[in-house]
C-alpha cells in the first residue's frame, strides 16, 4: 500500500520531459510542472517560430513565458526525495541504436512508440499520454514511430505535405497549390496514394510474372546446362572409346603385317638355305674329281689312264640350280612405301574431319556430329588400311613366282 502511494507521487512530482523528480520545479500558465532546465531547453528549440507551447497539452503562447522556481514544489518534492521516492522510480526504456528516440525526452532518450503527423515529433510512452488524454490532441494523427518525419514537411513552406499533384508527380503542402502549384491537377495525398496503389498492384502484378518467366527460363537454361553437360560427357566417352578402337586396330594391322613381313623372311632364308646347301655338296664333289683329275694326270701307264678318263669324265650334279639374290631394300620398299602413304593419308583424313568438329561445338551439337564423323574416319582408315594390305600381298606373290 505505501508502495503504491509512492509510485502515485512520483506521476506528480516527474517532469514530464525527463521523467525524473522535478528539479528547480516551474509551474506555467498552463498549470503544468517541468524542470527549468528542462522546459527552456524546448523552448530555446522554438525561438526561431517564436510560438512557444506546452510540451505536455500543446497549449501556445506569445511571447515567451518568463519562468520562476517554485520554491515551495521544490521543498515537497526534496522532503519527498528523503522519503526513499527516488529509488522507487521505474527504469526508463532506453532507445536503443535502431530505435527511434522520444523528442520530448531530454538527457538520457527514452524509445519513441508513435509520432505524430502534426506535431511532427515522436514520443515515448508517457510522453504520448496527453495524445491519449487530452481534447486539444484529439484531431491529431498517431502513426509508427519514425525517423524519416522531416521528409513529410514542406522544405518551401515548412508546413505539413498533404497534397498530391498529379502534373508534378510530387507531394506539395496546402500554401504550394496557391504558389508554383497553381492551376495543377492536384488531390489530397491520401487520394494520390489510392491511385499509385492501383498503379503498384498493376506494377506488382507485372513484376511476378517477369519473375514467373525468367524463372521458367533459368530452370530451363539450367535443364539446357545439364543436358550439354551430359552430351560433352557422353560424347568424350563415345571419343575415347572410338579412338581406343583405332588405335588397337593399328597396333592389330602392325602385329599383322610384322608377321607377315618376317614369314617372308623365313620363306626367303628357307629356300636359300636349301640352295646353300645343293651348292656345298656339289662344291665337295667337284673337288673331289677334281683331285682325282689331278691324280690321273701324272698316270704314265696309257691303258690306266684311258680306262680311268672314262669316268672321270662323265658330268656330274646339276647345272640348273637357281639363283638367288637378296636386296632387303628392294623387297621391303613395297611395304615401307605401302606403311608410309598409309599414315599420309590418315593424317590427311584426320586434319580434314576435325576441322568439322569445332563448329559443331559452338552450334552444341555435341554427341551426334563427332560420333558421326568419327565413325566415318575409322571406316575410311579400315578401307586405306586393306587396299595397301592386298597391295602388299600381290607384291609377295609376284615375288613367290619369280
Given at each position: 500500500?505505501?508502495?503504491?502511494?509512492?509510485?502515485?507521487?512520483?506521476?506528480?512530482?516527474?517532469?514530464?520531459?525527463?521523467?525524473?523528480?522535478?528539479?528547480?520545479?516551474?509551474?506555467i500558465?498552463?498549470?503544468?510542472?517541468?524542470?527549468?532546465?528542462?522546459?527552456?531547453?524546448?523552448?530555446?528549440?522554438?525561438?526561431?517560430?517564436?510560438?512557444?507551447?506546452?510540451?505536455?497539452?500543446?497549449?501556445?503562447?506569445?511571447?515567451?513565458?518568463?519562468?520562476?522556481?517554485?520554491?515551495?514544489?521544490?521543498?515537497?518534492?526534496?522532503?519527498?526525495?528523503?522519503?526513499?521516492?527516488?529509488?522507487?522510480?521505474?527504469?526508463?526504456?532506453s532507445?536503443?541504436?535502431?530505435?527511434?528516440?522520444?523528442?520530448?525526452?531530454?538527457?538520457?532518450?527514452?524509445?519513441?512508440?508513435?509520432?505524430?503527423?502534426?506535431?511532427?515529433?515522436?514520443?515515448?510512452?508517457?510522453?504520448?499520454?496527453?495524445?491519449?488524454?487530452?481534447?486539444?490532441?484529439?484531431?491529431?494523427?498517431?502513426?509508427?514511430?519514425?525517423?524519416?518525419?522531416?521528409?513529410?514537411?514542406?522544405?518551401?513552406?515548412?508546413?505539413?505535405?498533404?497534397?498530391?499533384?498529379?502534373?508534378?508527380?510530387?507531394?506539395?503542402?496546402?500554401?504550394?497549390?496557391?504558389?508554383?502549384?497553381?492551376?495543377?491537377?492536384?488531390?489530397?495525398?491520401a487520394?494520390?496514394?489510392?491511385?499509385?496503389?492501383?498503379?503498384?498492384?498493376?506494377?506488382?502484378?507485372?513484376?511476378?510474372?517477369?519473375?514467373?518467366?525468367?524463372?521458367?527460363?533459368?530452370?530451363?537454361l539450367?535443364?539446357?546446362m545439364?543436358?550439354?553437360?551430359?552430351?560433352?560427357?557422353?560424347?568424350?566417352?563415345?571419343?575415347?572409346?572410338?579412338?581406343?578402337?583405332?588405335?588397337k586396330?593399328?597396333?592389330?594391322?602392325?602385329?599383322?603385317?610384322?608377321?607377315?613381313?618376317?614369314?617372308?623372311?623365313?620363306?626367303?632364308?628357307?629356300?636359300?638355305?636349301?640352295?646353300?646347301?645343293?651348292?656345298?655338296q656339289?662344291?665337295?664333289?667337284?673337288?673331289?674329281?677334281?683331285?682325282?683329275?689331278?691324280?690321273?694326270?701324272?698316270?704314265?701307264?696309257?691303258?690306266?689312264?684311258?680306262?680311268?678318263?672314262?669316268?672321270?669324265?662323265?658330268?656330274?650334279?646339276?647345272?640348273?640350280?637357281?639363283?638367288?639374290?637378296?636386296?632387303?631394300?628392294?623387297?621391303?620398299?613395297?611395304?615401307?612405301?605401302?606403311?608410309s602413304?598409309?599414315?599420309?593419308?590418315?593424317?590427311?583424313?584426320?586434319?580434314?574431319?576435325f576441322?568439322?568438329?569445332?563448329?559443331?561445338?559452338?552450334?552444341?551439337?555435341?554427341?551426334?556430329?563427332?560420333?558421326?564423323?568419327m565413325?566415318?574416319?575409322?571406316?575410311?582408315?579400315?578401307r586405306?588400311?586393306?587396299?595397301?594390305?592386298?597391295?602388299?600381298v600381290?607384291?609377295?606373290?609376284?615375288?613367290?613366282?619369280?
Open positions: 500500500m505505501a508502495e503504491a502511494n509512492i509510485l502515485g507521487l512520483q506521476d506528480q512530482f516527474s517532469c514530464p520531459i525527463c521523467l525524473d523528480l522535478i528539479k528547480d520545479p516551474v509551474a500558465s498552463c498549470g503544468h510542472t517541468f524542470c527549468m532546465v528542462c522546459i527552456n531547453g524546448c523552448w530555446d528549440q522554438e525561438d526561431q517560430k517564436g510560438v512557444y507551447s506546452c510540451p505536455q497539452c500543446r497549449q501556445t503562447f506569445t511571447p515567451r513565458p518568463v519562468v520562476s522556481k517554485n520554491t515551495v514544489l521544490a521543498e515537497v518534492v526534496e522532503t519527498l526525495k528523503k522519503t526513499g521516492l527516488q529509488a522507487t522510480r521505474p527504469a526508463h526504456c532507445a536503443g541504436p535502431e530505435d527511434v528516440e522520444c523528442d520530448s525526452c531530454t538527457g538520457r532518450k527514452s524509445k519513441a512508440i508513435k509520432s505524430c503527423l502534426v506535431c511532427l515529433a515522436s514520443f515515448c510512452e508517457t510522453h504520448l499520454q496527453p495524445h491519449y488524454e487530452s481534447p486539444a490532441f484529439k484531431k491529431h494523427k498517431l502513426v509508427e514511430a519514425s525517423r524519416r518525419l522531416q521528409e513529410q514537411i514542406c522544405s518551401q513552406h515548412d508546413k505539413l505535405l498533404e497534397v498530391y499533384c498529379r502534373t508534378d508527380q510530387q507531394c506539395i503542402c496546402m500554401l504550394c497549390t496557391m504558389d508554383e502549384h497553381k492551376g495543377h491537377d492536384t488531390v489530397s495525398a487520394a494520390g496514394r489510392a491511385e499509385k496503389q492501383k498503379q503498384l498492384l498493376e506494377m506488382q502484378g507485372n513484376s511476378k510474372q517477369r519473375i514467373q518467366e525468367r524463372e521458367k527460363q533459368l530452370q530451363e539450367i535443364k539446357a545439364e543436358t550439354h553437360k551430359l552430351s560433352a560427357q557422353a560424347a568424350v566417352q563415345e571419343t575415347e572409346r572410338i579412338f581406343t578402337e583405332l588405335i586396330s593399328i597396333e592389330r594391322r602392325c602385329s599383322e603385317l610384322t608377321a607377315l613381313i618376317r614369314a617372308q623372311e623365313e620363306a626367303a632364308v628357307s629356300r636359300a638355305e636349301e640352295v646353300m646347301k645343293q651348292l656345298e656339289e662344291i665337295a664333289e667337284l673337288k673331289r674329281r677334281d683331285a682325282e683329275m689331278e691324280e690321273l694326270s701324272h698316270t704314265e701307264d696309257p691303258v690306266q689312264f684311258l680306262q680311268s678318263f672314262q669316268s672321270v669324265a662323265t658330268p656330274t650334279g646339276s647345272s640348273n640350280l637357281p639363283t638367288i639374290m637378296f636386296s632387303s631394300t628392294l623387297t621391303f620398299e613395297v611395304v615401307i612405301t605401302s606403311v602413304q598409309l599414315r599420309e593419308n590418315v593424317e590427311e583424313c584426320c586434319n580434314a574431319e576441322v568439322k568438329i569445332p563448329s559443331g561445338v559452338r552450334d552444341v551439337q555435341i554427341l551426334s556430329p563427332p560420333r558421326i564423323t565413325q566415318k574416319l575409322y571406316m575410311q582408315t579400315q586405306l588400311r586393306q587396299l595397301h594390305l592386298n597391295r602388299m600381290m607384291e609377295r606373290r609376284k615375288q613367290d613366282f619369280q
